[in-house]
Nanobody, 118 residues
Framework: EVRIVESGGGLVQAGGSLRLSCTAS????????IGWFRQAPGKEREGVSC????????YYADSVKGRFTISGDFAKNTVYLQMNSLKPEDTAVYYC???????????WGQGTQVTVSS
């Protein structure tokens, strides 16, 4: 069974840190782009960051540049999102998505809640 599971969310005060994990089972991240998205109440889902498993290249939304870092341990089929200097506006459900090369497959996780208190 193909699954993506996110973990690491929680409640943190502004200025604090969290590390999210995205782990795949039933397939490997070989030749995938793995991205983190988030959706706050009443807002559209937005892209936060992504990493290419084949090239190692990364992307960050302007809103998180300098604060968030994406990394991959592809031997463990896991991608991390280190989130520092968190702000209340970072509060959202964070989702992980894996897209295969050629866009043949898209797999989403169930999401993990991140709440940043002021």
């Amino acid at each position: 069974e193909v699954r993506i599971v996110e973990s690491g969310g929680g409640l943190v005060q502004a200025g604090g840190s969290l590390r999210l994990s995205c782990t795949a089972s039933g397939f490997t991240f070989d030749d995938y782009t793995i991205g983190w998205f988030r959706q706050a109440p009443g807002k559209e889902r937005e892209g936060v960051s992504c990493i290419s498993s084949s090239e190692g290249s990364t992307y960050y939304a302007d809103s998180v540049k300098g604060r968030f870092t994406i990394s991959g341990d592809f031997a463990k089929n896991t991608v991390y999102l280190q989130m520092n200097s968190l702000k209340p506006e970072d509060t959202a459900v964070y989702y992980c998505k894996a897209r295969s090369a050629g866009w043949r497959h898209d797999y989403w996780g169930q999401g993990t809640q991140v709440t940043v208190s002021s």
